[in-house]
């Protein structure tokens, strides 16, 4: 059994920032990729960012300059510096992490992120 459980959302003012965490507990030999995806009330779920075991970054344009992916491969955990958010970014962030030699991908169970204007 493997869990993600994230941390670190909440409500921030516009112009702030927020960090998320995600780690991955359980029967885990290796973690392939790992990421953020997020989804805003009546919109489909969509990447935020990844980030590969070797430190390969990939960002949504929308957030390309503002947020920041990172991960610890020794603690099983991957973050998201999030910068200069604005009301866009509202959604609830869920993490992912692609396990190896499965394959399969585990979701976290989702973090609010609220930002007013």
């Known amino acids: 059994q493997v869990q993600l459980v994230e941390s670190g959302g909440g409500l921030v003012q516009a112009g702030g920032s927020l960090r998320l965490s995600c780690a991955a507990s359980g029967r885990i030999f290796s973690i392939n990729d790992m990421g953020w995806y997020r989804q805003a009330p009546g919109n489909q779920r969509e990447l935020v960012a990844t980030?590969?075991?070797?430190?390969?970054?990939n960002y949504a344009d929308s957030v390309k300059g503002r947020f920041t992916i990172s991960r610890d491969n020794a603690k099983n955990t991957v973050y998201l510096q999030m910068n200069s958010l604005i009301p866009e970014d509202t959604a609830v962030y869920y993490c992912?992490?692609?396990?190896?030699?499965?394959?399969?991908?585990?979701w976290g169970q989702g973090t609010q992120v609220t930002v007013s204007s």
């Open positions: 992912h992490a692609n396990l190896l030699p499965s394959g399969y991908v585990y």
């Open positions: 980030i590969t075991r070797g430190d390969r970054t």
